[in-house]
Every structure is written in C-alpha cells, then in structure tokens.
C-alpha cells in the first residue's frame, strides 16, 4: 500500500518536473523565435506568403508630381484610401499612422526609408492643394494622392481594396463608402501585408518592426 | 438667524436645486471631445460618452452649435467590407443605460466650422432630447 502510494508520488513528480522543464524549454524557444512567433495571422495583420509584385499605375501627389510605381520603389510604403470630407474614419486612421511614424521613427532604424500614404478616392473634392493640406496637419512627412477614377481603381484593385463614391447630383456632401485597411508595400513595391481596423499605433509598429527585420534577414 | 445657520439654509437649498435639474436632464455626458482638423476643413467629428440617468429610455433626436452650420447624429457602419456613415435621426438611451459616441461608430457630424477649431478649445453643443430637453455640453477640441 505504502509503496504504491510512493510510486504514486514519485510519478506526479516526474511529471510536475518534466512540464516545468517543458515550460522553460518552451519559454526560452519563444524567446529566441519571438519575431516569428509574432507573424502568426492574427487581428491586427495578415502577411501574405507569398509578397504580390504591383503593376503600373499611374496618380499624382499633393504636389502635383506623378506618383506611380516607382515612388513605391526603395522604401516601404503605408497606404490608406480616404476622403478628406471624412469625419470619423479618416482622421482617426491617419492619427493613429502617424504615431506608428513616430514609434517607428524612436526605434534604431528609424522612418527615413518609410512613407505614408494616403490615397484620396474623392478627386472631385480633393485637389492637390486640400490634400496637402490635410495630410500635413498629421504628420508633414505624409503624402496625399489621388488621380482619375480608372487609376485609383487599378491600384485599390492590385491590393484589394474596394471604394464607392456615390456622388448625387445637388448634393454637395455625397455619401462615399471605402476600405479602411491600410496596405504595406515592401521596398520592391510588392503587397506586402495588410493591417485590419480598428488600427492601433503599437500593434501596427511593433509587427513592421519584425518584418522589417526579417526582410533585411531575407535580403543578405 | 445666525451666519453660520444662513450658509447652512443656503447649502440646503442649493443641494435641494442641483439633483432637481440633473433628475430633470436624467442625462449625463462626459468626456466630450471634438477631433482637430486642418484649417479648411468642413467635416469634423465629435464623440463623448453619453449615460441615462432615468429608469425610463431616453432619446438624443438632435444636435446644434453656434459654432457649425449644422450638427447630424451619424454612425459609421460597414458595408461590404467599406466603410460609410448613415445619418440617424434618433439614438435611444436605454434606461439606465450608458452609450459611447466614439471614433468608428456613433459620432456628432460637425459640418462648416465658422470658425478654425484649436486643440485645447471648448465648443458648445446643444443636445436636444425627445420631450423638448436641451442639454448644453461643452466639447473640447483635441489633437
């Protein structure tokens, strides 16, 4: 009786100490694999396996300057397709991208090869010189685009975003639907990742931290 | 009667006032804020945090500022994976209820400032309930 009480106990503690050995081995894999562990698909982003090259496209800046796929080229780039006739949305996206800049910025690589930009599906209302205006009152490194309808939809298409502007003759403050994701593009210009709302400015830099390593990582 | 007794009498009588006008208004709203916009700008949001007082729902029909050409209840809704806004033309506050008006949902659509709106300015708006209840709230304008 009292042996099999002992072999008893000594079970439970063999297997008490194989999980915490487990535990700890567990812990100290997760430490090492940390960035990996944390591009799992989850709520803030999907990754896409396998990065989709964009095509030819063709919008100008606030600046009236073409933006096309070569200003994609060389750095990564934060898209966001608005209006600035917006009231909730919108800003609210482009506040939280603009402390994701300046988490980013703080951080040893810094933003130098990172832009945001913020595509306007509202050309009727959003001249060059509104865009500039409002993109800037966010962070002065943003850029403001917007083009004719085809183009805007050739490049909300390539990364699956979806708009529609409902305009209706006699009113001025027309109803405008459109994705409020916002797509990363790597330096290649290819589709990269997409960050699903509600946006949050830790969340978002936190993950480009990784990526942005592991493509350095991928790169030599 | 004496001073001490006067104050007391004069504490009294406003305590007996202050509770009669907010069981009147049976609506609180705190944290009321209005999102800064650039200069230009004739859309802007305002959220705040609405709580009903009364054992008996409560209806926000309407909104207005000195400060706007004209102030909408509106929701951002999703709608085949877009978002959009629709206007409401009530919001019902359950009894006892609290509801948030905050970025991505219910929000005051403030449209034509008369005037460039700065961070850390208040802006008057007068939220009209069903039964004729007016409730001045200031919102503070924030980065």
């Known amino acids: ?220 | 009667m004496r001073w001490r007794d006067r104050v007391f009498v004069c504490l009294i009588s406003a305590l007996s006032v202050v509770p009669a006008a907010s069981e009147e208004a049976g609506v609180s709203v705190r944290d009321a804020w209005i999102r800064e916009t650039p200069p230009g700008m004739t859309m802007l949001a305002g959220y705040m945090k609405m709580r009903n007082n009364t054992s008996r729902s409560q209806f926000l029909v309407a909104a207005s500022s000195s400060g706007f050409e004209s102030v909408m209840i509106h929701r951002t809704i999703l709608k085949d994976g877009m978002a959009g806004m629709v206007h409401l033309s009530q919001i019902e506050l359950a009894p006892n209820g609290s509801l948030n008006f905050a970025p991505g949902g219910y929000h005051l659509m403030l449209m034509t400032p008369k005037r460039t709106l700065r961070a850390g300015e208040p802006v008057v708006i007068n939220l009209k309930f069903r039964g004729g209840l007016v409730i001045p709230i200031a919102f503070e304008v924030r980065k």
């Open chain 1, 1 to 220: 009786m009292y042996r099999t009480s002992l072999k008893f106990c000594l079970m439970i503690a063999t297997v008490a100490l194989a999980a915490m050995l487990a535990g700890v081995w567990l812990a100290e894999i997760y430490r090492q694999h940390d960035s990996r562990a944390m591009l799992l698909p989850d709520r803030v982003m999907t990754l896409f396996p396998e990065p989709k090259p964009l095509t030819a496209f063709a919008l100008t800046d606030d600046k009236n300057r073409v933006f096309d796929l070569a200003s994609l080229k060389g750095k990564w780039s934060f898209l966001f397709f608005g209006f600035t006739h917006c009231p909730d949305v919108c800003p609210t996206t482009l506040a939280v991208l603009a402390r994701t800049r300046d988490i980013i910025a703080r951080n040893k690589v810094g933003a130098d090869n990172i832009q945001f930009v913020f595509i306007s599906v509202d050309p009727y209302r959003d001249t060059a010189g509104k865009l500039r205006q409002y993109v800037e009152h966010f962070d002065t490194s943003f850029v403001g685009v917007t083009g004719d309808n085809a183009q805007i939809g050739n490049l909300a298409a390539q990364l699956g975003a979806t708009y529609q502007v409902a305009i209706t003759p006699g009113l001025e403050n027309y109803p405008v639907y459109h994705t409020t994701a916002v797509f990363l593009v790597d330096p290649r210009a290819r589709s990269h990742a997409v960050f699903t709302p509600p946006h949050d400015a830790e969340a978002i830099s936190r993950r480009f931290k990784v990526l942005r390593e592991l493509a350095a990582g991928n790169a030599t």
